[in-house]
Every structure is written in structure tokens, then in C-alpha cells.
């Protein structure tokens, strides 16, 4: 069985992404966190075969009292980052719905965060997905990494 962790913090996708790894013939576990903080928390204290990140993620879980802190603009790249630092084994999947990404220092376009990414965290990293709620080549991607494993 492979335990699969889900970094997403929008609803939609999230049930989207969920739906796509159940829909192939593995038996899974998911298990789903929805902020930067609460991903590491898990991250650091369990096991993964596949941990499948967003790159955008609030720092804290939202809720009626909660807005979820800071938005994380490469959150996803933190954990990856954070996991090599701490020599964490488990392989990651980016799955992003954003074609470019700028913070107060540097603004990627997808295919440049990609690049940087596949080639920054080579051994862990099995893939950069362009996520689309029209367009199901993702799921196609997703699929082929799975078969990865």
C-alpha cells in the first residue's frame, strides 16, 4: 500500500488531485493537510511513499477563526527544501494551477520554476504538474508518476 500525503489548501483541487490518485488500480492511504505548518507536521513525524505539494499555501490551516496567516508564495518549495535539509526520503510531486509565480525578490514562470525545481531536488522530485480543472492531461501526468513508485 502507498501512503500519500496531500499539501493543498484549495477545496476543489484538493478533491480533484484526491479523486485522480484513487481513480488508479493501487491501493493507497491519504492523508490530506491544508497549510504549510500542518504539511511539515506530518512530513516530519510520518512516513511517506509520495507526498504531492502545491507551491502556494497559506502557514496555517484556515477555519471560521483562523484566515491561515501568511500566504506562502513558494510554500510547496520551503517543504521541499526543508525535507532535503533534514534528509526526509519520501519523493514529491509539485502540482500547481499558477502559470507564474513573483515574490518581493524574483518572479518564475512555470517552466522556470520547473526546471529549477527538477534539477535543485533531482533525487526527490518526480514531477512539476500544470494543474487545470478543463484540460485532464494532469491527471495523465500524476497517473505516470504514480506508476513511478
Known amino acids: 500500500m502507498l501512503k500519500i500525503l496531500v499539501v493543498e ?15 488508479n488500480d ?18 516530519k513525524d510520518n512516513h ?14 484556515e477555519s471560521e477563526t483562523e484566515s491561515g496567516g501568511r500566504l506562502r508564495i513558494f510554500g510547496g518549495k520551503e517543504l521541499a527544501k526543508k525535507m532535503k535539509r533534514k534528509k526526509i526520503e519520501a519523493k514529491y510531486i509539485f502540482i500547481t494551477h499558477y502559470k507564474s509565480f513573483s515574490d518581493n525578490h524574483k518572479t518564475y514562470t512555470f517552466e522556470e520554476l520547473k526546471s529549477e525545481l527538477l534539477n535543485d531536488y533531482k533525487n526527490k522530485c518526480l514531477g512539476v504538474i500544470f494543474y487545470h480543472n478543463k484540460i485532464s492531461s494532469w491527471r495523465d501526468e500524476l497517473k ?4 513511478e513508485l
Do not use: A, Y
Open 26 to 43: 493501487i491501493e493507497v492511504q491519504i492523508d490530506i493537510c491544508r497549510s504549510f505548518t500542518s504539511g511539515w507536521n506530518e512530513i
Open 144 to 147: 505516470s508518476h504514480l506508476m
Open 9 to 23: 489548501d484549495n477545496p476543489h483541487k484538493l478533491n480533484k488531485i484526491v479523486d485522480s490518485i484513487k481513480s
Open 48 to 61: 511517506f511513499d509520495l507526498i504531492c505539494l502545491d507551491m502556494s499555501l497559506p502557514t496555517f490551516d
